[in-house]
């Protein structure tokens, strides 16, 4: 089932998330519906506060970046079978150069900013099957993951943008707060109106 995403100005993409047990009820088919809201809207990745839930969860499926001719070839075979589901992830470590790179994000359709952010990451998290894993990401992967991330920390990539760019995006994200966009995805507001699609 295909998910309204929850637009900038919501308060539960700024709110603490919780951890998942391995009793949680139906996370299969939450899981599911993550998968298709995100293609829906041709996502690289979503987190359960963009659905409206305060839950640490992400899914990630980076292969539409495979084709980026700017990437090696093995950073492109890497990107094209990367697609995970996080469960309770935790970043271990954060590594390697600052590298800048132009990010978007469902919540905010049309923004887009330079962010910087550390190269490498190790990350651990549980699957589908709850199993434990540790992962050392670069490039690419690991950015869409510190993404993904950020979101389940109630941050999001404006916040790393610098003063004068976030002064600049002002209005067009109070438009977003307000429904004023068109979208060809459904979305939730955070002020009172219809969701539009």
Known sequence: MTLPIYAYGHPILRQK????DTNYSDLKSLVDN?????????GVGLAAPQIGLAL?????????FSADPELSEEEQQQIKRFKHV?????????RGDMVDFNEGCLS???????VTRKDGIL?????LDFKYHELALNGLASRVVQHEYDHIEGKLFTD????????ILKSKLLQIEKGNITVDYPM??????KNKF
Do not use: H
Not at 34 to 42: I, L, R
């Open 86 to 94: 996080f469960i309770n992830p935790s970043i271990k470590t954060f």
């Open 123 to 127: 990350i651990s998290y549980y699957d």
């Open 160 to 167: 790393k943008l610098s003063p004068f760019k976030r002064k």
């Open 188 to 193: 939730q507001f955070p002020i009172k109106q």
């Open 56 to 64: 640490r969860l992400f899914v990630v499926d980076a292969s539409p």
């Open 108 to 114: 905010m359709p049309d923004i887009r900013g330079e």
């Open 17 to 20: 998330t919780e951890e998942i």
């Open 34 to 42: 993550m998968w298709e809201t995100m293609y829906n809207a041709n």
